[in-house]
């Protein structure tokens, strides 16, 4: 091609300047060297380089190598991008299959409590979007939100032999109500004294998360913490496993086990992922509502409590997840399988094996829920929260005792 490109040049010039029995001669010659069709090759030597005057001294030269950019009109303009920015920081920054599995329901609920209103026009293109589409639209925003623990769980020996071991593999429950528990510590790096924590309950099947803040690991609140997560479940607690901390594994607890038919499990020592599904939401839901840093005022631990009791609204409502289905490796590659995005409460309602009365009731609370205002609430209490934990005064670390040694020879008394 550019060697044609190259003759056609050297040819042109001379071919438009030349007289009727000299082009045809040249035109004989340009086709066998360049396999062009006559006519083909006829309009290419006389349109190569034409000067074209367009105004009082404008020339214009036509280049037959260079192809005008092709401009297509933009099917989701900025009305449709604008609102999908404010659906997406509304939902906490979905990735597009979740985000795009729950917007015909969450455009729904915004226009029912006149949170936002789309044209007709522009509610079906955001309708119609697919995840790669809006992942593309949500690509210049995204770019201004990226970010350029330690565990402290000490085994519990007591009762290890008479409570069994359950792995990841071992998890293969298809109701509701086997549920993995684990503690989140707010130490702010600062590992000594009491400090809160978060426990974090999610059931297995569903992905529902409850999570109550407690002053420190001490049995009696975690046990209380426990029991009020039971209660709030819009289903029986039938099983739980947890980790190897002495803050689970006590006799308090495995007697309240025994007594109400649940089943007491526990996963292998240093085995993170044995528990992953309660380890994903310690980041997901946890991390990224209240952070990283110190809480140990009680005044903390009840705006923790409160913003907790806002955000199981939030997460369990409004925040579908994917489950994973299989795996196949391929080569060295690992090629991984995902159901359809659901919220937790989707997939409680989808559930067989819960009640009528209990879906009824959640149908009813999901009616006056309005995820707009739920979403101010927290962002106000997080205010409230980081407000008051960089006010109070800093707690420094205890200085450790230095002991100097004294490498100074004394003689010995016997000489």
């Not at 789309?118 to 955001?126: G, Q």
């Not at 293969?172 to 528990?181: D, K, S, T």
């Not at 009791?309 to 590659?333: A, C, H, V, W």
Request: charged share 30%; net charge positive.
């Amino acid at each position: 091609m550019k060697q044609r490109q190259a003759v056609t040049k050297v040819t042109a010039k001379r071919y438009q300047e030349a007289g009727k029995r000299e082009k045809k001669q040249m035109l004989d010659e340009f086709c066998r060297t360049t396999g062009y069709n006559r006519c083909y090759a006829r309009w290419v030597l006389r349109h190569q380089r034409q000067r074209l005057a367009v105004g009082r001294g404008v020339v214009v030269e036509a280049d037959l190598q260079r192809r005008q950019k092709r401009i297509k009109a933009r099917t989701y303009d900025e009305p449709v991008q604008r609102g999908l920015v404010q659906i997406w920081e509304l939902l906490d920054y979905l990735c597009g299959k979740r985000l795009v599995a729950i917007l015909p329901e969450i455009i729904a609920k915004l226009e029912e409590f006149n949170e936002l209103r789309f044209e007709e026009e522009t509610r079906a293109k955001l309708l119609q979007l697919s995840p790669a589409t809006a992942d593309r639209l949500l690509q210049p925003e995204r770019r201004k939100h990226e970010l350029r623990s330690r565990g402290r769980t000490r085994p519990g020996t007591l009762l290890k032999h008479q409570i069994p071991i359950r792995t990841f593999a071992d998890w293969n429950e298809q109701r509701p109500g086997f549920a993995e528990l684990d503690l989140v510590a707010h130490d702010g790096g600062i590992g000594f004294g009491d400090y809160a924590q978060t426990l974090d309950m999610t059931d297995v099947c569903t992905g529902w998360t409850e999570t109550i803040a407690v002053p420190n690991k001490a049995q009696v609140w975690v046990f209380e913490a426990i029991d009020k997560a039971r209660g709030r479940l819009p289903f029986p607690l039938l099983g739980i496993d947890c980790d190897n901390g002495s803050e689970f594994i006590n006799y308090q607890l495995w007697r309240y086990c025994t007594e109400h038919g649940i089943t007491f499990t526990r996963t292998r020592p240093y085995r993170k992922n044995d528990n992953c599904y309660v380890e994903q939401k310690n980041y997901s839901v946890v991390r990224r509502a209240v952070g990283y840093q110190r809480f140990d005022t009680s005044a903390e631990g009840l705006l923790l409590n409160r913003l907790y009791d806002r955000l199981r609204l939030y997460t369990n409502f409004f925040q579908p997840t994917m489950k994973l289905i299989s795996k196949e490796r391929i080569g060295s590659r690992v090629k991984k399988f995902y159901d359809s995005p659901l919220t937790p409460y989707q997939r409680v309602l989808d559930s067989p094996h819960v009640a009528a009365a209990d879906k009824d009731r959640l149908r009813r609370q999901y009616q006056r829920l309005n995820p707009a205002a739920l979403k101010r609430e927290l962002r106000n209490l997080q205010k409230q929260l980081f407000a008051y934990a960089k006010n109070k005064p800093k707690m420094a670390p205890p200085r450790r005792k230095s002991y100097q040694k004294n490498w100074q020879i004394k003689p010995h008394l016997g000489l």
